[in-house]
């Protein structure tokens, strides 16, 4: 009886979140005027008129600089609650840390040797 009261709990949360979004942006359609002209269907950049192309090559070294700084940001998000409750957990949990710092070292050193965080303009 207790576990199928959560299941509702829960499945009255995900209709919810489904429901509401989609009930929104329907009444927001019939409500508001649609009347498209040649100017309004324009592109728009900042009032004034693009110039050039749409589409610009980045470089890729962009993208993992990016991945890098993700992967370290998440990899504090694990250790700060490590690092709150350490008298709690012991050294068990210590060594799990340290191999879990060991394995991303590991994996900078792999970029590093692979010259993933030399930027080099080409």
């Known amino acids: 009886m207790e576990y199928s009261n959560n299941y509702v709990i829960v499945a009255i949360f995900i209709a919810l979140g489904i429901l509401l979004p989609v009930v929104a ?21 900042s009032g004034n008129e693009p110039v050039g192309v749409g589409q610009v090559r980045f470089n890729i070294r962009y993208y993992l600089f990016a991945l890098m700084f993700v992967i370290f940001d998440v990899e504090t998000v694990f250790l700060y ?26 994996g900078l ?11 080099n303009s080409i």
């Open 25 to 45: 942006l329907t009444v927001g359609r019939f409500l508001r005027p649609s009347k498209p002209t040649e100017i309004k269907q324009s592109t728009y950049e």
């Open 81 to 106: 609650p490590w690092a709150v409750a350490y008298q709690q957990l012991g050294l068990f949990v210590l060594v799990e840390m340290l191999i879990f710092v060991a394995l991303l070292l590991v």
């Open 109 to 119: 050193i792999y970029a590093w040797k692979k010259k993933v965080l030399k930027w």
